[in-house]
């Protein structure tokens, strides 16, 4: 039988056997077919497009004589509200679909979309050290344009697809943030389109008030068209240690000896029980030994999380070089380790080297084809949450992840939290150093309730002052919310810059009845 004749006939009876069991049976519990037939090809002519888009203009050197024109069209269409008589709030017009979020806003559907085409790096100053970028620019892209360059950024949060913007308006973490504080603090300036219509420039020493006020703010003071970004000199490689610990008080102050040495260009956890956890420090570097070589970001390679277990199972420490781009990366592949949920066969050593090429399916085109099934199942037994809290209270913040939650692994990334104005900073007046947990994944926990669960989670997190991750879901009331963050001078600007009728407040797009 030829092979045409061989691909018609398994394709025909896929189709008689998702007919058989229906379509809505087959997307939630074998979604696997669909994401393997249709979502991982669709993801690869996604990428290819942005790639060649990205090469195209900055061959052709369109973007920064382009950029002033796109943010006058992004100020006329803010006027054009404001002759309309300022009805509908404004909200950026990127569909919620292509966004990193679990959830999609329902205001997109009431607000005045505003249109903002902007994707390009405009500018790479290296005497200043500084790249100037557009919002919607990537990490994936960013790092492709800057490490041949010999440049990179001081904080580069995981996953390819976060964008420049959401991680401003929002926020971001990678294991170098113990150095350089989350992405906000890595920025110089910002570039804004207000509420009328006007563009205006801030940075710490001009319009202060508002450089400080942007992030965590999630596009409600303003449309932001632009930002600055620190740059330092990129490594060819990682030198990673990886050590397994025991017993969570050691687990906690390994991390926290680790985290406070400087000498560290990067620290990390992987918690894999109460009692087992493996820490990772890595240092930048030129040299490597070719034996201890691993280009883990090779389509066949093991799964980073897994490949960490290893040292976890075999009770032994070990180094290995990293290219600094792989590790930048290192857990795109598996979008973590949600993509063991999806494809649950997607580590096994065939289907990395017949299909990981493809992999990972676009987190977009997840949200887009999930439908109403999946989303509510995905709400009632699927947790992903960052909780930001202090490093002292890491060892009471595990203990309740496992009992409210018992989701592993969890993801621990320390970072620096100076005392700046804004939403989010130290309860005391110095920088002060906090640890991101991470828990994604299927709850374990018996009877497991997602509103409740998380309401208890979200209370304790507020009991040590700490913060929620934005792009999660959020449960809180609003007194809550504005107990957690610091609304002074977020309130105080959306007075004076006349926010109120153009923008919600943050909560009111952010908040658990304001996403599906």
């Not at 809505?24 to 979502?39: D, S, Y």
């Not at 956890?269 to 570097?285: R, W």
């Not at 018992?406 to 993801?411: C, F, R």
């Not at 991101?436 to 009877?447: L, S, W």
Request: hydrophobic fraction near 40%; glycine fraction near 6%; aromatic fraction near 12%.
């Amino acid at each position: 039988m030829s092979p045409v004749w061989s691909l018609g006939a398994g394709l025909l009876l896929l189709l008689l056997w998702v007919r058989h069991r229906g379509l809505e049976a087959v997307l939630v519990h074998h979604r696997w077919v669909f994401v393997c037939l249709f979502l991982l090809p669709l993801s690869i002519l996604f990428d290819v497009y942005y790639q060649l888009r990205a090469w195209a203009v900055w061959r052709l050197h369109s973007a920064p004589r382009q950029h002033a024109q796109r943010v006058r069209h992004i100020q006329a269409q803010v006027r054009e509200w404001k002759n309309e008589g300022s009805k509908r709030y404004m909200c950026t017009g990127r569909p919620g679909w292509l966004t990193v979020s679990l959830r999609v806003g329902k205001y997109k559907k009431i607000h005045k979309n505003i249109m903002i085409n902007l994707m390009d790096v405009l500018e790479v100053d290296s005497e200043r050290q500084v790249v100037r970028v557009e919002p919607l620019v990537t990490m994936g892209q960013l790092t492709a344009h800057l490490n041949p360059m010999g440049w990179t950024i001081p904080v580069v949060p995981e996953l390819d697809d976060l964008t420049v913007g959401g991680l401003i308006m929002g926020t971001g973490i990678e294991s170098s943030s113990h150095i350089y504080g989350l992405f906000q603090h890595t920025c110089v300036a910002y570039e804004l389109v207000l509420a009328d219509g006007s563009l205006v420039r801030c940075t710490p020493t001009e319009n202060s008030d508002l450089f400080y006020a942007v992030p965590w703010s999630c596009g409600t003071l303003g449309f932001l068209v632009a930002a600055e970004i620190k740059m330092i000199p990129a490594k060819k490689y990682v030198k990673i240690h990886y050590e397994p610990v025991r017993g969570l008080q050691k687990i906690c102050e390994k991390f926290t000896e680790e985290s406070k040495k400087k000498e560290n260009s990067f620290v990390e956890g992987l918690v894999y029980s109460l009692e087992e956890a493996v820490i990772m420090t890595g240092v930048l570097t030129d040299e490597a030994e070719q034996s201890k070589v691993n280009r883990i970001g090779n389509y066949y390679k093991p799964w980073f999380f897994k490949h960490v277990e290893k040292y976890l199972k075999a009770d032994r420490t070990g180094i290995e070089y990293i290219p600094s781009r792989h590790y930048y990366h290192r857990h795109t592949r598996s979008i973590f380790w949600e993509l063991q949920d999806i494809i649950p066969f997607g580590n096994n050593p065939v289907f990395r080297y017949l299909f990981g090429w493809m992999v990972p399916p676009k987190i977009s085109l997840l949200k887009l084809t999930q439908g109403e099934a999946i989303r509510k199942l995905y709400e009632q037994h699927h947790v992903v949450q960052d909780m930001l809290v202090p490093m002292k209270s890491l060892e009471k913040s595990i203990q309740t992840f496992h009992a409210d939650l018992h989701v592993y692994p969890l993801w621990l990334c320390p970072f620096i939290l100076p005392n700046n104005p804004g939403m989010v900073h130290p309860k005391g007046d110095e920088a002060e150093l906090y640890v991101d947990i991470g828990a994604y994944g299927e709850p374990k926990r018996k009877q497991f309730e997602a509103r409740a669960s998380m309401r208890q989670m979200e209370k304790f997190v507020r009991s040590v002052h700490g913060f929620q991750m934005l792009y999660a879901d959020c449960y809180m009331t609003r007194e809550e919310f504005w107990d957690m963050f610091d609304g002074s001078l977020y309130h105080k600007l959306r007075e004076q810059m006349n926010c109120k009728d153009a923008f919600p407040e943050v909560y009111d797009k952010i908040c658990k009845a304001a996403r599906h």
